[in-house]
């Protein structure tokens, strides 16, 4: 599944030369941020909350009108504790860092320019890179390979403030989104019995040049 | 018709009433607040009451007329001012202001600013003045900037004066003709100290002082030129720009009514900064236990402005600036402290109990904590393997809290820690400033050394507590994907080899930018060929083989002491020169036959 979602999103990237005409505005920018749920259902007891904070952006290339490829990274930690190997005891301070970086491929369902609501939906091969630093002891680091699915609803802010928006146009900007966006995760190694996937709810800006 | 009530009218005249009287609180509160405003605020850096942490947080919190003193340490920049305010350190030489990236550490965009007491270190820019006028930059210390120290744009009536320039690209630069006085600094190994003054340029340059720049452009009026005696201005842990009294930037000036030698730069002037540094290389020792002695020596501080030293003295506590008792050696860089100076014998005393003994695991390490003893001056610890009764740690420490590492996971440790008594001084060398005799020098580390005034120690109540140390186990339990080769040759992570070689790494290569060029190289390319070394028996033994020479190199870099290294070093040239000859003398052999 992750080596197919990683050829089809890499074609799309190749596309993009050819198809490039096909799209008045072709490069886009999103910057977000949210919260990831994890999948694991024990991520409360070692880090107090089951959610943590993640911020990212990403960069598009609108390959025709309804398709779009892109790359992108996130960053997101979480701090808590361990347990302590032959106990079982909670302790230990642990900090987890990931840096999950992603090429997608998404459908969007927009028919004119100045469609004021676009639905998408996507998917993407990830690549989720870690950290963990662990109070006494060797930091740990490494990368989880995983898929991605993502739902979004992208707002056009141009109608909102015509003024900025056309004071956006000088600095190339033809259209800012406002972006909703629901993404489930799947990044594991079963035979280490580890799990980074997770549904992640963000809230961003999206900006077409 | 009903008559209007009267009340309307009423109402209307407190209205009236109540609008000029509120006119008139709210103009009495306007002055307030412009009396308010008016009274400059002194604002301390860091002040944790007031959430203030850093640079940044005071000028957000600045009024105009305002003072930000900053405490030693470091800062980062960039900054910016843009309010009439006066930014000052409370030690020069260590209130140091370090770059943030390319952008001027300082940015001045606004008018009647001063900057004093700092020191820049590095980067690219010190400060730049920007379209501001009468800002005054004085008695800083400006060192290694790569561009300019102070860029001065489009502003008139700067006064940069007593400021030490050292080895910068430019020291200042300025535009002809705007009024700006440089004057009394000393300006030192830079490539360009000044720009040169045009004809009709109205800037002044004035008694400044020039040694070893390559070029010193407009000298001005009265320029000395010659050494400046610095102290030592190449130690990059602490540059000392203090000057020493052979120094040749100073000058008559008949206008002082203080000295008539006025030296320029930094540590010159009527009002420099005059807090010496931290005495340096204080050692002491006991002379007699009784009648009771000690002697302490320290290495002099050679600048003009050190007046001498008082030698601090605390029976059986750590030396504070609440410690009041004290011996002033006059500028002499040795004393011996006897009971006149009023040393005491110290009296026996039996300390308690300890009580509340906790102990926290962690991964090879047993935290203690403890309340404190009364009368205990320190505390005995030792952690016994129960399993292995010759695996013992000791520690000794002076307050309530330790922590014993190096232990062996998954092993039981009974641990005691016993209180005791032992008298002992607490020694700490201040020198102060020869202008006042009361502006001392720091105290930091290395500045108090303690003095056992006996050996015998006075055993309190020990407690005991027993703990098991373990590894901790993160959650998710993420594999480290370090040393993919060696842990797939060895078979497992946690092997002895692939920790030589991870010791290796992180001492010889992590430590510079080629060795992590190579570690990120190396991480990028080897899980493939892990992956097929990890599937093969043949291979595994082959790739092992292949790592024993660098793991001999590791092993011999990391884990042997350096005698041991040079004995091995040692054993190699023998064997590699007796080879040597072997060879030599089979050759010979072979052609006499």
Same mark, same amino acid.
């Given at each position: ?209 | ?291 009771? !002695?000690? #002697? ?5 501080? @050679? /600048?003009? *402005? $050190?007046? &001498? ?6 029976? =059986? ?113 201040? !020198?102060? #400033? ?5 502006? @001392? /020098?720091? *105290? $930091?580390? &290395? ?6 005034? =006996? ?128 060879? &030599? ?9």
């Amino acid at each position: 599944m992750g080596n197919n979602v990683k050829a089809l999103c890499l074609a799309l990237l190749l596309l993009v030369p050819v198809f490039a005409w096909s799209a008045e505005s072709n490069v886009s920018a999103v910057i977000q941020g949210g919260v990831t749920m994890p999948d694991d259902d024990q991520w409360k007891t070692f880090y107090g909350d089951d959610n943590y904070s993640h911020a990212g952006m990403t960069l598009g290339w609108r390959v025709m009108r309804f398709f779009e490829a892109g790359l992108g990274i996130i960053y997101a930690s979480d701090s808590g504790v361990g347990q302590f190997s032959v106990s079982g005891q909670a302790g230990g301070k642990v900090l987890l860092e990931t840096y999950p970086t992603t090429l997608y491929g998404l459908v969007r369902l927009q028919f004119t320019e100045t469609q004021w609501l676009v639905p998408y939906l996507g998917i993407g091969y990830d690549k989720v890179y870690y950290k963990l630093a662990i109070q006494d002891q060797e930091r740990r680091k490494g990368s989880l390979e995983g898929t991605h699915v993502r739902f979004g609803l992208q707002l056009l802010m141009d109608n909102i403030d015509k003024n900025a928006a056309a004071g956006l146009h000088d600095f190339g900007i033809e259209h800012v989104y406002f972006v909703l966006e629901s993404t489930q995760r799947e990044a594991k190694d079963d035979g280490a019995g580890v799990d980074l996937g997770g549904t992640l709810y963000s809230a961003g800006f999206l900006f077409q040049f | 018709m009903f008559p209007a009530p009267r009340y309307p009218a009423l109402l209307q005249q407190a209205n009236t009433k109540s609008l000029i009287f509120m006119v008139k609180m709210l103009g009495f509160l306007a002055l307030l607040g412009l009396g308010q405003s008016a009274v400059a605020a002194t604002i301390q850096v860091p002040d944790e009451d007031n959430h203030i942490t850093t640079i940044a947080d005071a000028l957000a919190e600045a009024n105009d007329n305002d003072d930000i003193v900053l405490a030693p340490g470091e800062y980062k920049g960039p900054l910016v001012i843009d309010k009439k305010i006066t930014l000052r350190g409370s030690e020069t030489a260590r209130t140091v202001i370090k770059a943030g990236g390319d952008q001027p550490m300082l940015s001045i965009h606004a008018n009647d600013v001063t900057i004093r007491y700092l020191t820049f270190d590095g980067g690219e820019t010190a400060i730049d003045q920007t379209d501001s006028i009468r800002v005054t930059i004085e008695y800083n210390i400006f060192v290694d900037q790569n561009s300019a120290s102070i860029d001065v744009i489009g502003s008139s009536d700067a006064q940069i004066q007593y400021n030490t320039f050292y080895s910068n690209t430019n020291a200042v630069l300025l535009e002809s003709d705007q009024s700006n006085l440089v004057e009394r600094n000393i300006f030192a190994r830079n490539d360009v100290a000044l720009p040169a003054l045009i004809a009709g340029d109205s800037n002044s340059f004035d008694f400044n002082c020039y040694f070893n720049n390559s070029q010193d452009g407009g000298k001005g009026e009265n320029a000395a030129s010659g050494n400046p005696m610095f102290i030592d201005p190449g130690n990059t842990a602490q540059r000392d720009f203090h000057i020493q009294e052979t120094s040749a930037c100073k000058s008559e000036d008949p206008g002082d009514t203080v000295d008539t030698s006025i030296y320029f730069g930094t540590y010159g002037g009527n009002t420099p900064d005059l807090v010496p540094l931290p005495a340096q290389g204080v050692g002491a020792s006991l002379q007699s236990a009784d009648p009771l !002695a000690m #002697d302490v020596q320290w290495q002099e501080n @050679l /600048s003009y *402005l $050190v007046g &001498g030293y008082r030698v601090y003295f605390s029976l =059986n506590t750590a030396v504070d600036d609440a410690t009041t008792d004290f011996k002033d050696a006059g500028d002499a860089s040795t004393v011996t402290l006897v009971e006149a100076d009023g040393l005491t014998k110290p009296v026996a005393a039996q300390p308690g109990a300890v009580t509340k003994l906790s102990a926290l695991i962690s991964n090879q390490r047993i935290r203690l904590s403890w309340a404190a003893v009364d009368q205990a001056t320190g505390y005995d610890i030792v952690a016994t393997n129960t399993a292995n009764a010759d695996e013992v740690h000791t520690l000794s420490v002076t307050n309530a809290s330790a922590t014993i590492s190096g232990l062996t996971n998954d092993q039981t440790y009974s641990v005691s820690v016993t209180p005791y008594y032992q008298a002992s001084y607490y020694i700490a060398v201040r !020198a102060y #400033d020869s202008v006042n005799k009361t502006q @001392l /020098s720091a *105290l $930091v580390d &290395g500045v108090e050394k303690r003095i056992i005034i =006996n050996d015998a120690k006075t055993l309190g109540t020990a407690a005991a507590v027993e703990a098991t140390p373990q590894a901790i186990q993160p959650y998710p339990d993420l594999p480290n994907e370090g040393c993919y080769i060696a842990t797939a040759a060895y078979g497992f992570y946690s092997a002895p080899q692939v920790q030589v070689l991870r010791d290796f790494r992180d001492q010889y290569l992590l430590t510079n930018s080629w060795g992590r060029a190579l570690v990120a190289w190396y991480y990028r390319t080897s899980p493939p060929w892990a992956a097929v070394v990890k599937e093969h028996a043949g291979l595994r033994a082959a790739t092992r083989i292949a790592l024993l020479p660098l793991l001999g190199v590791a092993y011999y870099l990391t884990h042997l002491q350096p005698w041991q290294q040079v004995l091995v070093l040692m054993l190699l040239w023998f064997t590699l020169s007796g080879f040597v000859r072997l060879l &030599g003398r089979i050759r010979l052999g072979s052609h006499g036959e």
